[in-house]
């Protein structure tokens, strides 16, 4: 069970990829579980995460993360703008995936 | 063009990094985040207690009795919102420590309430409720950040009792928060004795005449509101979340504008202040997103010949509604695009005047303080947050004015769209 968590300032408009992303996950037999997060909940979640997701509005988390994420072995990575604004659950479920070195 | 913005990113990006990872201002964010369920539970009670037409329906008495059943809802909460923030505050900074948050939380309660006066026109043990709400928040603010850092500082320093072995641990910690809480405590007892020495009555009086009362009245006028609106659509144009980063800097200011007003608005006076968080939250930003791109949805939705247009209208809608605009802030896409940078950085600009002045002449009523979620659609939002009817329609006539503003720029944009798709 790969675990997915993606993080924005409230975790909204993640979630709205949450559920695309859940879907082609389902579609292609992918065992995942996937969650958004608003920003504050990160670090708190990060021991539970296999990979982590920012949304690219919110990619100047990134620098502050990273520290807590190398120590835990946690991949993060910003979302593509494009994917994100096309809420294109596909293109970020096979990012997450290349992130946890899956694919 | 592309240099200019180049180097506008180049900038940009590390004040949103600054801002927002800031130790202090992500605690002050974090720490109003724990009092906005307290808030809009208060808020929603005084949208209750104040239905329009109730007390012709019912009468004068009824309405009188009505009213004073459900007032300790918000006197709990909304009135007092300072202690919420300054518990949440203290918490969120000893945190990012790695402390004992609570006793982080606690200290800067305690530490507040040294400092607040604990008389009222002669009669002693009581605590005003005005130094507990908005008049209180600098002061609470800056004893919340000192408290928590003080307490950290007195705990890393190995200022513990060392309990010996056999003590339970429980025991032990409660013993290892004596001392530095003490310490803490007493620092603030000494500022307050000093305090009172002079010729200010409380470091509450000062703090709120010496810093509070100037910026709240900086940023209760349209200048400084036009420059937090420009920057936070600066930010999102190079697809930063400039909500949250300007945010963290304004919240403190813009709520304690909301709470003055709402404490006019349930004594039955005129509202002192135009601006406030709400009318950011509900005739800047709460009109689809930041931006309001709920016109633009529409706007697409008319205009839109081209594919993506199309496409791009369907999926950005139903989260439009609930003013979660990134599928079109990405998606059309606005962050980078020099085509729409004029209707993006002018729409909110010129509806944020609008929006002032038919406040100050009186046509639609300022917000009255109440904190409407952000999530809340407009219309509704606008008419929960104004207490009226015209709230609702003014921003509807927004959301015309920025349809209007955008309307050239989508048409341009779904042309070249659709040539190229013709093309391919």
């Keep these: 069970m790969l675990k997915i968590m993606l993080a924005c300032s409230a975790g909204m408009s993640t979630s709205l990829l949450v559920s695309k992303m859940e879907k082609v996950a389902e579609e292609k037999g992918i065992e995942a579980e996937i969650w958004a997060v608003a920003q504050d909940k990160v670090i708190p979640e990060l021991p539970k995460v296999d990979v982590l997701l920012i949304g690219p509005q919110m990619r100047f988390m990134k620098k502050k993360y990273e520290a807590k994420a190398e120590e835990l072995n946690v991949p993060v990575d910003v979302i593509d703008p494009v994917a994100y604004g096309r809420v294109n659950g596909e293109a970020v479920l096979t990012k997450a995936l290349e992130l946890a070195g899956l694919n | ?424």
Excluded at chain 2, 41 to 55: E, T, Y
Excluded at chain 2, 263 to 269: P, R, V
Excluded at chain 2, 287 to 297: E, F, K, R, W
Excluded at chain 2, 317 to 329: M, T, W
Aim: glycine share 8%; net charge neutral; aromatic share 12%.
């Design chain 2, 1 to 424: 063009m592309n240099k200019f913005m180049e180097m506008l990113e180049k900038f940009l990006m590390p004040v949103a990094d600054k801002l927002n990872n800031n130790r202090y201002l992500t605690a002050l964010r974090d720490g109003f985040m724990v009092a906005l369920p307290l808030i809009i539970f208060g808020s929603i009670f005084v949208v209750i207690a104040n239905l329009p037409f109730l007390d012709r329906l019912i009468g004068e008495e009824a309405f009188g009795t009505y009213q004073g059943a459900l007032s300790s809802a918000s006197n709990a909460t909304l009135t007092i919102m300072g202690l919420f923030v300054i518990i949440g505050i203290g918490y969120k900074l000893t945190q990012s420590y790695e402390g004992e948050a609570i006793y982080g939380g606690v200290a800067a309660l305690a530490a507040f309430l040294i400092l607040t006066p604990q008389v009222l026109e002669g009669v002693e043990g009581v605590i005003p409720t005005t130094s507990l709400g908005a008049q209180g928040m600098f002061v609470g603010i800056f004893t919340a950040f000192l408290a928590a850092e003080l307490y950290q500082y007195f705990t890393r320093k190995g200022f513990t009792i060392k309990m010996p072995e056999g003590v339970p641990s429980a025991v032990a910690r409660s013993f290892s928060a004596l001392i530095p809480m003490t310490f803490t405590l007493t620092t603030f007892l000494v500022v307050r004795i000093i305090f009172d020495m002079t010729r200010f009555e409380s470091v509450q009086d000062f703090i709120y005449t010496v810093v509070q009362a100037p910026l709240t009245a900086l940023g209760a006028g349209l200048p400084a509101t036009i420059v937090a609106v420009l920057l936070i659509q600066l930010f999102w144009f190079f697809g930063l979340h400039g909500q949250i980063i300007v945010n963290s800097v304004f919240d403190p200011i813009w709520y304690a504008l909301a709470n003055e007003n709402l404490l006019a608005f349930q004594d039955g006076e005129a509202l002192p202040h135009i601006v406030s968080k709400q009318f950011i939250d509900s005739f800047i930003v709460g009109m689809g997103g930041s931006g309001m791109t709920l016109a633009v949805i529409i706007g697409i939705f008319i205009i839109g010949k081209s594919r993506q247009m199309k496409e791009l209208g369907k999926l950005g809608a139903p989260a439009g509604i609930f003013n979660v605009n990134e599928p079109i802030i990405f998606g059309l896409p606005i962050i980078m695009n020099p085509l729409v940078l004029i209707p993006w950085l002018l729409a909110p600009v010129v509806v944020a005047i609008f929006t002032y002045f038919t406040m100050a002449a009186g046509i639609v009523p300022a917000p009255t303080g109440v904190i409407v979620p952000w999530t809340t659609p407009m219309i509704l939002n606008g008419a929960l947050a104004t207490n009226s009817w015209q709230g609702g329609v003014l921003q509807a006539i927004n959301l015309f004015i920025v349809l209007i503003i955008w309307w050239p720029f989508l048409r341009i944009m779904d042309k070249q769209f659709y040539e190229t798709e013709r093309k391919h």
